[in-house]
């Protein structure tokens, strides 16, 4: 990604291509600023930039900046794809180390980096090493890192990225610049949910708002927020299975009006109509996934794989033809909704039809 793509963080942005620019990089960087709010996204299209092939001049406040078309430029959007999807994958000249699964990063991992330092990338002009959440550095890392931060290697940029740049030894800080990221504004929040996380806007409006200015939180709360609504969901479904009578019925549905984890912001316990919407797409989904199971579809194309055991008892439960009129009748409550009836109107209905 070109530095022009990195949404917010102007200041660090000018700051970095204008040393960029005119060869003056320092070869150790600090990047000091909350969680979730690109540190790691701006030394990537940094590093892009270092090494494309045919670096452009940026509109202001950025200096220089990659082409975005040529092969390096190519390589560098292919490996961080790869990187958000989670896979395991470096190139020469941009290598990432992040904290082990005990949260530090040990002696042995900062020895194998300083080591291939000794020489210059072989897929590119400029290293950039990234260390994220530096802080789970050990001391004894540290002290490793220290000998380099001293006599950098010529081709490599160390990056130290880190929401508690404080609690690095004074050493290790006095020795890195420190470029300051600030959190984002909730425009820019919403905006990167959108493009690079592809949410629909409504819900990154809503999800940004409450995220204190970092994409990582609001992701999180996403992600906390989507278990708890498709787990509704479930119950309630798993209830109409049982219930026939109507009043049975009607109580079974209560539940997907029901706030989990506490009252709302004007200490409601049940749902703002927004929320009453969310709840519907979940309950969509799962009626959806059990359809396909249903009927043997390819598992790989079903949302919920982690419940896939809950789905196929529901799907045992509902059968075929009654999955599909209930995915029409949340269809039509859908609709109900966005015409402005009452959340409790529409889920007394649906209650009766699925
Ligand atoms: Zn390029």
Redesign the pocket.
């Known amino acids: 990604m070109p530095l022009a793509d990195c949404i917010g963080h102007r200041q660090a942005l000018a700051l970095l291509t204008r040393a960029a620019s005119r060869a003056a990089l320092p070869p150790t960087l600090l990047f000091a600023g909350p969680p979730g709010v690109g540190k790691f996204t701006v030394a990537a299209a940094l590093a892009?930039a270092l090494?494309?092939?045919?670096?452009v001049e940026g509109a202001a406040p950025i200096h220089v900046d990659?082409?975005?078309?040529?092969?390096?430029?190519k390589r560098f959007s292919r490996v961080l794809e790869q990187m958000r999807g989670g896979t395991d994958v470096a190139l020469d000249c941009f290598v990432r180390i992040v904290p082990d699964d005990k949260a530090s990063i040990k002696v042995d991992v900062i020895r194998g980096l300083l080591a291939r330092t000794a020489f210059r990338p072989f897929d590119g002009k400029r290293r950039v090493a990234v260390i994220d959440e530096a802080d789970a550095l050990e001391v004894a890392s540290q002290n490793a890192l220290l000998k380099a931060l001293e006599e950098p290697p010529a081709a490599t940029v160390f990056v130290l990225v880190t929401s508690r740049p404080d609690s690095l030894l004074e050493t290790v800080r006095s020795r890195c610049p420190r470029v300051r990221f600030g959190p984002l504004s909730p425009d820019m929040v919403t905006e990167v949910l959108v493009r690079d996380h592809g949410m629909d806007r409504a819900r990154a409006v809503a999800v940004a708002a409450v995220s204190g200015g970092s994409v990582g939180e609001a992701l999180a709360r996403e992600a906390g927020a989507f278990t708890a609504d498709r787990d509704a969901a479930l119950d309630v479904l798993d209830a109409l299975a049982q219930a026939r009578a109507p009043s049975a019925r009607l109580q079974a549905m209560q539940g997907l009006m029901r706030r989990t984890g506490g009252r709302g912001k004007k200490g409601e316990a049940t749902l703002s109509r927004q929320a009453f919407a969310t709840r519907l797409d979940a309950l969509k989904g799962v009626v959806r996934d059990a359809s396909a199971t249903a009927v043997e579809a390819d598992p790989r194309g079903v949302g919920n794989a982690d419940v896939a055991d809950r789905v196929a008892r529901l799907a045992a439960a509902f059968e075929m033809p009654r999955l599909v009129r209930a995915f029409t009748a949340i269809d039509r409550a859908q609709g109900a909704l966005d015409r402005n009836a009452q959340p409790k109107v529409v889920a007394d209905w649906l209650a009766l039809q699925l």
Not at 51 to 55: D, I, K, L, R, V
Not at 66 to 73: F, K, N, W
């Open positions: 892009q090494n494309c092939e045919a670096p990659a082409c975005g078309q040529c092969r390096s430029c």
